[in-house]
């Protein structure tokens, strides 16, 4: 879920075609359960193959990087999560207790015949397995796109590539890259999405935004360092924050008091072990062992893994194949007429 500054940070609406040609990090667990939250049956049943096994990420995953790619010009790199922090397992155990009881209201609904409250409680019921990670990473090596690991959080890893210029930005629909000093944040990175908004029960329309941390920093008057306290403050995936504070009290106690040291002892003693938090934040684990260039796309392996295994039609998996060849075609065009 991510730190909840949105009240906060100052962003801009753009259009797709202003992001033409970037060079972007993807948060790819990220990505995952955005497609595994909403590319669902109208009762929320999530799309399956002939044996049952669920296909929402890869058919999320493969459409729209490749057009986000051959009719966008971007250039995606996906990072994928390590092995979480040991900090991180209570807001995991949360997670998974509140998938289980959107799973057990979902089946409630569907036997009551209610599609809409079914809807409403499957998108909060996705798991995303091991497997389908390691499909997903089998299914951008057949499709030519580089992929990361990371050994950590994928946004500390989206930022430090960004840092060394190796890419533009860093996608992801939270704000922690924000913490990890990613300099330029794209969310909603969708062509036609939409979120779902389970109290009101309708889907919002998604487009682009983009946050810069220096004007973030510069509107609020504080340093990345005094963003991080405030965000533990509020809470992260790290810690529980403190009852009753939200961003905007969080920003009202940093600036009055320069940091978390400073603050009243009852309120940091709710903080738990916040300096491991800042660390996290301000010393992320990261690695240079990655490329970056894309290569061709594997047509046998594309096919076998989207139609022999998972029942994917032959049109649909050479609409994939042509948009990637189309990148190829250009990429080797403009290396031509720069070499020229």
């Known amino acids: 879920m991510g730190v909840d500054l949105a009240p906060i940070v100052p962003r ?9 040609g970037v060079r972007l990090a993807v948060d790819a667990n990220n990505a995952l359960y955005q ?18 096994r ?10 729209r990087a490749t057009r986000l790619i051959a009719d966008y010009g971007m250039r995606l790199v996906f990072v994928f999560d390590g092995p979480p922090h040991p900090l991180k397992r209570r807001e995991l155990e949360r997670r998974r207790e509140q998938r289980e009881r959107a799973m057990r209201e979902w089946l409630k609904a569907l036997r009551a015949g209610d599609y809409a409250e079914a809807f409403s409680k499957a998108v909060a019921s996705g798991v995303l397995t091991r497997e389908m990670v390691e499909e997903a990473k089998r299914l951008l090596d057949c499709l030519g796109i580089p992929w990361v690991q990371a050994p950590s959080d994928a946004e500390a890893q989206g930022a430090y590539m960004a840092s060394r210029g190796d890419v533009d930005a860093v996608a992801t629909n ?23 908004l389970p109290s009101k029960g309708v889907l919002k329309p998604l487009v682009p935004e983009v946050i810069e941390l220096s004007e973030v920093l510069s509107r609020l008057g504080i340093t990345r360092e005094q963003l991080v306290d405030v965000a533990i403050l509020v809470g992260t995936d790290f810690n529980e924050g403190v009852r009753g ?3 905007k ?5 940093i600036k009055l008091y320069g940091s978390l040291d400073r603050l009243p002892r009852r309120l940091r003693e709710g903080l738990g072990d916040y300096e491991e938090v800042r660390r996290i934040f301000l010393e992320p684990r990261v690695t240079d062992a990655y490329e970056l260039e894309m290569r061709p796309v594997d047509e046998e392996g594309l096919y076998r893994l989207l139609c022999d295994e998972h029942d994917f039609s032959e049109e649909r998996v050479a609409l994939l194949v042509e948009r990637m060849r189309r990148v190829r075609r250009e990429l080797r065009q403009r290396s031509l007429a720069e070499w020229l």
């Open 245 to 247: 504070i939200g961003a």
């Open 174 to 196: 939270d704000y922690d890259a924000l913490l990890y000093g990613a300099e330029r944040v794209i969310r909603y990175l969708t062509i036609s999405g939409f979120d779902y």
């Open 54 to 63: 669920v296909t929402s990420h890869l058919l999320g995953l493969s459409m």
């Open 12 to 20: 801009r609406v753009v259009r797709l075609e202003h992001l033409r």
């Open 35 to 52: 497609f595994l939250a909403l590319i669902r049956t109208a009762d929320g049943r999530p799309l399956t193959d002939s044996k049952g």
């Open 249 to 253: 009290r969080a920003l009202k106690l």
